[in-house]
């Protein structure tokens, strides 16, 4: 996709921190990834030798720009071009631009700053006309560059090329990233008249605050998507002690708000070939590390040795920084042998206090007033433990390539650094760090006595020190989920609500088409996703990976696998034939395999009606919203072209020969093989463990029977009447099978009975006494045993959010907050959840259906994962009883129940979920509103914990709408859902019958 990206910074020449350096390295990420981006910055003196001299017309695009009091011009001149890179453009205004500082001198800001970045964001939108670009998303940075989203949704006062652009570019998705919230360019309300605002916005809901004109806030009130520099920072902004002000803002519009960390360039800072140290190391080999040391500690005039702990800071001087804190609990961080190096520079008192203490323990102390390159990344590869108490941090980069140099981060538990640093205390077997649980000195102070003690402990300190190590923040990752959010942006016209916006579910090609999936159609879909490949590559020739094929066995497999082999051979693709398999099988193999992408060829309950294709991304999961779209898009195009959806004979293929086969299914064994405790599972059989297993006859199911076989443990297969219409396989779960389940474990006398759905999901769980225990309990009860100690001292998972969907069980965040794993949640789909575990955000993946994924497997839902971690579960407790397990979860988090209702097709129903999503009920029924976030549909947060959720299901034209909602008592969550469906029903005074 095309991006445009506005700022005012850019690391290194024009830049003041961490501005300058995402826009160094993010546009350049995604341009790796393959988008076209083009990022506009102020021509600032500093980057006059970057952009060179040249006087080329061709190279000086003129730009009108009107403020308030006339006409003016800036030029527009290309930057240096690098392969593989962003466009960069600088704007040139000398009068504006060419000054010793980019904002200020002598620790004032310049009087002109709001003229000077009206200036520049008006320059650089009409410089977009002026080039001819057709950018589908406008990703904006900070205060400078806001009010252009206010101009694309409220018009802008004047005429010239920047209004041209916003009448050509205000239907296009706006993104605005706050990367400081403490500027937030106040100025005078007089200086509404330079921004070119409409007067209309100058009140407290629009741009006025305090008295005064907010750049920031105009951008606030008017992008479709609001970003922060990580999802720690997304919540505390909505506080009044994090939000500077704007915390009713970012409240408001939390459904918009999106927290995505930074990155580090993992080239750049690489201890095993940096320069600036005086030997290199890595997390398998830390021998060089003692030497950076022994370097650090003569560099600083440190007293001490090898056994000597050092404590690093690299910081700006800043009241932010926590300094305050660090000097009062100095001596007594002395007193237990510690040595603290410090490099910064900022505030002159801050500077003088650290001279004094450097003055008062000589040898102890060590402080360089400087921004000093080489010395820091000494200090990151010497030091034992590296400081960073912030009092507040959106992100935070030091803390990163603190862990990635091996120095183990102790920083305030806040923002950014809360999801970077997993805290020891709290996850012993995957922490990387340690917490300050509150900014207080004796919270510092125990923080450290911990990290001491482990410290103590070699091997302890060696595991801890190379799982810092592992952590991978590059920035491809921040890229990938920047590309998640503008396609989604694209996908859903802007809004935040997937009910006004259809999202096309992942198997779900024919509820756009309108009918069945046809092979003709099949055949345009695999064409189009062809060239798509295609494109992405540079030219087909480059997809020599290959796609997979492959298809679960059920109706029309064959025939539609050979058409979409057909279709991407014409395309000069390489085909791979993965025959009958999983969908996790098919994730594993394209992904583990650097496949250029997959094609799943799927069934569902009700034969030819719900066959379709499932088009993978070379990431592992389906194709994302805009991808979608622009591939349906084409094919629908090819179909009315002669020939357009052809395909090929498999003798024909044959002939030319582009195909090879691979076998799916073993490696998706190899990788659960690796994931399952057989051991435990072996052991419990012998104490007289078994299993009843009903399911959809795929091979998945197969996988966990061949386990379970090897394992030695006895289980029954129940083997539903098959389905002619699904290639001899039974169909969706029913709604009897619970009960058929229930009764097959009390007759065979077995310990568990686990039931399977063909979506890959875990539908229910039965203990030996008959009971069942549905999809939502026994997610958490998974979760619970995933990330327990026991599990973890074997098979640990990486640190990592625990993601789930909007309408999973809240017992899942009642376990990820006990765990000490933070929780993201994502629209409905296993889609957006694989995407979250591919790009490492998440290292488990929960959704309403029992679905689960965790990091090293497949970004897709896997039942047999599910199944057999659930064997794994019961083997670990000494009486195999499931009803311990759970009274044991439910102790620790209490009882809640999800329910679900699907209301009737009403086109009445469907109106008024949209007339919620933007004026939300105070009320549901008797229960107070406490939040309302639209996202997929309307969720709304109640009293006590309990919630409701409105959903567009299976979003077809005439949607029926899922109702979902979850409450402490059974019947009362049945309540819920009938006061929820009231909601949706006009009453006499045409409104719904709840306030």
Known sequence: MQIAMIAAEIAPAASTGGLGDVMAALPNALARLGHEVHLFVPLYRGLRAA?????????????????????????????????????????????????????????????????????????????????????????????????????????????????????RFADRPVVLTVHNLAHQGLFPVSS??????????????????????????????????????????????????GGFGLDGIFAERAGRLEGILNGIDDVRFDPAGDPALVASFDRDELSGRRRCKADLLVETELNGDLATPIVGMVARLGAQKGFDLVLEALPELLERGLRLVILGTGDLRIAHDLRLAVARWPGQVAFREAWDETLARKIYAGADFFLMPSRWEPCGISQMIALRYGAVPVVHATGGLMDTVLDMRRSPAQGTGFWIERYERHEL??????????????????????????????????????????????????????????????????????????????????????????????????????????????????ELCQDAAGALVLADVPVVEGGVASGPALSLAVRQGARAGGVFVTGGARGSEQSGLRLIDAWGGPLLPAARARILAD????????????????????????????????????????????EAIAAAARRGLTIVLDHAHGPGARLVERQLLRAGVPTQALRAAPDAL?????????????????EAVGTAGATLGIGLSPEGGLSVLVDGAGRTIPASRASALLLKHLLGEARAESHALPPGAV???????????????????????????????????????????????????????????????????????????????????????????????????????????????????????????????????????????????????????????????????????????????DAAEQLLRPSRTGMAGAT
């Open 51 to 167: 952009f060179g001299d040249s006087k080329d017309p061709e190279e000086r695009v003129l730009v009108e720009v009107r403020l308030h009091d006339g006409i003016e011009e800036a030029h527009l001149r290309r930057g240096p071009a690098v392969r593989g890179t962003a466009s960069l453009w600088g704007i040139e205004a000398d009068r504006y631009f060419d000054r010793a500082g980019l904002f200020g001198e002598g620790g004032s800001d310049y009087g002109d700053n709001d003229r000077r970045f009206a200036f520049f964001a008006r320059a650089a939108l009409g410089a977009l006309a002026r080039l001819g670009l057709e950018p589908e998303v406008l990703h904006l940075h900070d205060w400078h560059v806001a009010p252009i989203a206010a101009w694309l949704r409220h018009g802008i006062v004047g005429e010239d090329d920047a209004a041209q652009a916003v009448r």
């Open 192 to 241: 509404l008249a330079v921004t070119g605002l409409p007067r209309a916005l100058l009140t407290s809901e629009g741009v006025e605050f305090h008295g005064r004109m907010s750049f920031l806030k105009a951008g606030l009130i008017s992008a479709n998507r609001i970003i922060v520099p990580s999802p720690g920072y997304a919540r505390e902004v909505r506080q009044p002690e």
């Open 445 to 558: 102070l125990a923080a450290f006595d911990d990290a001491l003690e482990v410290r103590a402990d070699p091997i302890r300190w060696q595991a801890l020190v190379r799982r810092g190590m592992s952590r991978d923040f590059s920035w491809r990752h921040s890229a990938l989920r920047h590309a998640h959010l503008y396609s989604t942006l694209l996908s859903a016209g802007g809004t935040a609500s997937a009910v006004a916006s259809p999202v096309l579910d992942s198997e779900g090609w024919q509820e756009e088409i309108g009918g069945g999936l046809d092979r003709r159609m099949a055949r345009a879909l695999a064409r189009a996703f062809a060239d798509w490949i295609g494109d992405r590559a540079g030219g087909a020739a480059a997809s020599g990976a290959g796609v997979i094929i492959a298809s679960d066995g059920r109706f029309l497999s064959p």
């Open 635 to 678: 094919a629908r195009r090819r179909l009315d072209e002669p020939g357009g959806a052809g395909t090929l004979s498999p003798e024909e293929i044959r002939q030319i020969g582009r195909l090879e086969a691979v076998e799916l299914e073993a490696l998706h064994e190899e990788v659960l093989a690796g994931a399952i405790n057989h």
């Open 726 to 742: 699904l290639g001899g396989l039974h169909g969706a779960w029913r709604s009897d099978a619970a009960k058929r389940l229930a």
């Open 803 to 977: 993601a789930r969907t909007v309408t999973t069980t809240r017992l899942v965040d009642a376990v990820a907050r006990r765990m000490g794993r933070r929780v993201v949640e994502a629209p409905r789909g296993f889609a957006e959840l694989g995407h979250l575990l591919y790009t490492g955000e998440a290292a488990v993946a929960l959704d309403e259906i029992g679905g689960l994924s965790a990091a090293g497997l497949a970004t897709d839902r896997d039942g047999a994962f599910a199944a057999l971690l659930a064997v794994e579960m019961l083997a670990g407790c000494p009486d195999l009883k499931l009803e311990i397990l759970e009274a044991g979860l439910l102790a620790e988090t209490g009882p809640l129940f999800l329910k679900r209702r699907d209301a009737e097709p009403s086109s009445v129903g469907v109106a008024r979920l949209a007339a919620m999503v933007k004026q939300p009920p105070s009320r549901v029924g008797s229960w107070r509103v406490e939040a309302a976030v639209a996202l997929d549909g309307l969720q709304l947060l109640l009293e006590g914990g309990r919630w409701v959720v409105l959903a567009g299901g299976s979003r077809r034209a005439a949607a029926t709408l899922e109702l979902w909602a979850e409450a402490p008592d059974e019947r009362e969550a049945w309540a819920l859902l």
